[in-house]
């Protein structure tokens, strides 16, 4: 990671500790939140220093005509807009850094038949995905479930995350929005700072106790991409792929509609390589506007001699809020 050099955010520290904690903090959760440390000693009466850390970090993937990934950018190829300002970077990461990955799995009655195509694809997925990768599953139908991997709540082995994805059968309706929402919840408890959801559904729901709004309110707040992979069936089943379209456009990932004679396989592999192949900028906004604003974000890039380019990146944000609700690694919302 290259930290600006002219940074507003590294000028107002002059503790090397400090600063070290500040960037391990916002990276774990972006968000809007207070830092404060306390002398060695550990004295009550030793004056406290706090900082206030606005870190947003976006993920961007960068792709030429034929869609190939453009490697070589530098941090002044990257330009951000928030709301049509243009912003400091003070971050910038052009290495394949690991993910903490959450695998939302339908098992509803509508996906029975596709379930086994589902273990194959998440296999194929940890298989390609970073070695240091750390991944959850979230298994859903009437009831939303995190399954623990022999004990654990994240896990990189592939055969731990089979057992996971099959330790619930297909049955019963389809809580699609409170599976997401338990997902975006879950990532907090990972370690590392880029964090992503693959939701593999058909995209319908009808049992869920939250509405799409409260969703993509939580998406982003969560600063998490969010890929989908939509396994359509026979005309009758209750499918919704627009909104699987939706998430996945607004926070920056991609929705997969795999044809018929395509190995869903094939797309897995093709998530962990787009997860690979991203820059990390990110910055301090400039300007604070309203904790319920939605922050509109644009990122340009301007490499030289590089013909026409692809970006993509999430459309916005919204902040954190300064307290959030506690919760229990694992714990479920149903």
């Known amino acids: ?19 070290a904690s500040l960037l391990f903090f916002a990276c774990v959760n972006p968000s809007s939140r207070t830092l404060v440390t306390q002398a060695a000693n550990g004295s009550d009466d030793q004056a406290k220093i706090a900082v206030t850390a606005n870190l947003v970090l976006l993920p961007v993937s960068v792709t030429n005509a034929s869609g190939t990934f453009v490697s070589g950018l530098k941090l002044q190829d990257f330009h951000v807009f928030e709301d049509g300002k243009l912003q ?10 690991p993910v903490t990955v959450g695998l939302v799995v339908d098992h ?27 991944m959850f599953v979230v298994d859903f139908n009437d009831d939303v479930s995190i399954e623990l991997m022999r004990g654990k709540a994240f896990s990189n082995d592939a055969k731990d995350l089979e057992k996971a994805l099959t330790a619930v059968s297909a049955r019963g309706r389809t809580a699609l929005y409170d599976a997401v929402s338990e997902g975006l919840h879950h990532l907090q408890y990972g370690h590392w700072g880029k964090k992503a959801l693959i939701v ?18 939580q998406a982003r707040r969560s600063q998490a991409l969010i890929y989908s992979i939509a396994l359509l069936g026979a005309l009758g089943e209750e499918e919704n792929p627009g909104v699987l379209l939706k998430l996945c456009k607004d926070t920056g990932g991609v929705a997969y509609f ?24 990110g910055y301090v906004p400039r ?25 993509r990146t999430r459309l916005g944000y919204l902040p ?3 307290k959030l609700a506690d919760a229990q690694p694992g714990a479920t919302n149903r």
């Open 88 to 97: 400091e970077l003070s971050v910038f990461e052009d290495s394949d850094t």
């Open 320 to 322: 954190v809020p300064e």
């Open 108 to 134: 509803s009655r509508s996906m029975g038949s596709k379930l086994p195509d589902v273990v194959i694809a998440v296999s194929f997925f940890a298989h390609s995905s970073n070695p240091q990768d750390e």
């Open 258 to 281: 795999p044809k018929p004679g395509e190995r869903v396989a094939d797309v897995s592999k093709e998530i962990a390589r787009d997860l690979r192949e991203q820059y990390t900028i």
């Open 200 to 217: 593999i559904s058909d995209g319908g729901d009808n049992a869920s106790l939250l509405k799409y709004p409260q969703v993509l309110a």
């Open 287 to 311: 300007k604070m506007g309203s904790a319920d604003s939605f922050r509109k974000v644009e990122v340009k890039v301007t490499p030289p001699d590089r013909g026409k380019i692809h970006v």
């Open 1 to 19: 990671m290259i930290l600006a050099p002219n940074s507003p955010t590294l000028l107002a520290i002059p503790c090397r500790l400090l600063i």
